[in-house]
């Protein structure tokens, strides 16, 4: 989900955030529901006063919410770690999303697949 920023100063920063928040969900945040998540982006503003965040993971029914509400009270700890990683001034505010596009891929593909087999009626 990274898009290619104007700034190439912001893309830099959002590539470290990526690799940076990936091994800290991994490794140092203690929710095990946060350890199984793929940070799949980051999308930084130019000033770099804020990032967005995407990531993917098998949710349960209505898991996204629990799982967002999660980061949310993980961010000031992940802001926190961050900070001497990055060497900023400032750390940007992070805004977690979930990325649907795994999901997305998967159906195209199913469908793509029901097509070219379609199937047999007996």
């Known amino acids: 989900?990274?898009?290619p920023a104007e700034n190439?100063?912001?893309r830099r920063v959002a590539e470290r955030i990526q690799v940076e928040i990936a091994e800290m969900l991994q490794r140092e945040v203690r929710d095990p529901r946060l350890?199984?998540?793929n940070v799949t982006g980051?999308?930084?503003s130019r000033d770099l006063g804020s990032a967005k965040v995407w990531v993917a993971g098998r949710f349960e029914e209505g898991g996204e919410a629990e799982i967002l509400g999660a980061?949310?009270?993980a961010t000031p700890y992940?802001?926190?770690l961050l900070a001497p990683r990055l060497k900023l001034r400032v750390v940007p505010a992070l805004h977690f999303l979930i990325d649907h596009s795994l999901e997305t891929g998967d159906r195209i593909e199913r469908l793509l697949r029901e097509l070219q087999d379609?199937?047999?009626e007996e």
């Open 8 to 10: 190439p100063r912001a």
């Open 42 to 44: 980051v999308d930084v």
């Open 71 to 73: 980061l949310a009270r």
């Open 118 to 120: 379609p199937p047999r």
């Open 1 to 3: 989900m990274t898009r």
């Open 35 to 37: 350890s199984t998540l």
């Open 78 to 80: 992940l802001r926190t």
